[in-house]
């Protein structure tokens, strides 16, 4: 697990390759929301409660919140709730998580 300051690094880094330059964190999130804004709510339309698997920055339970949805935040890294401390939920998203995995570690974590 990354320190806040390593985090931080982290994110920084991220923003970088993402989007070209360093972005603070509010940056960071809403251009990540921005990214996403134009499918992911359809995907989204027929869940309620989502659980975002690498939730990192936030953008994801933000933009859950403006669609009227409850948003779990699992994230080894960054924080957040563990899978056995949270209830039940619709729809678990793993968003720019799943190809950082291999195969094994894929089928593990959907076991």
């Given at each position: 697990?990354?320190?806040?300051?390593?985090?931080?690094?982290?994110?920084?880094?991220?923003?970088?390759?993402?989007?070209?330059?360093?972005?603070?964190?509010?940056?960071?999130r809403?251009?990540?929301?921005?990214?996403?804004?134009?499918?992911?709510?359809?995907?989204?339309?027929?869940?309620?409660?989502?659980?975002d698997?690498?939730?990192?920055?936030?953008?994801?339970?933000?933009?859950?919140?403006?669609?009227?949805?409850?948003?779990?935040?699992?994230?080894?890294?960054?924080?957040?709730?563990?899978?056995?401390?949270?209830?039940?939920v619709?729809?678990?998203?793993?968003?720019?998580?799943?190809?950082?995995?291999?195969?094994?570690?894929?089928?593990?974590?959907?076991?």
């Amino acid at each position: 697990m990354f320190s806040p300051d390593e985090y931080r690094r982290y994110c920084s880094f991220k923003a970088i390759s993402e989007f070209g330059r360093e972005l603070v964190e509010a940056e960071f999130r809403a251009a990540r929301k921005a990214r996403f804004r134009s499918w992911l709510p359809d995907v989204l339309a027929n869940y309620e409660t989502v659980c975002d698997y690498g939730a990192g920055s936030g953008w994801l339970k933000e933009l859950c919140a403006e669609l009227g949805k409850s948003c779990v935040e699992v994230d080894d890294i960054g924080g957040g709730t563990r899978f056995d401390e949270m209830a039940p939920v619709d729809l678990v998203v793993a968003i720019c998580v799943i190809e950082h995995m291999t195969p094994e570690q894929v089928i593990q974590f959907v076991d």
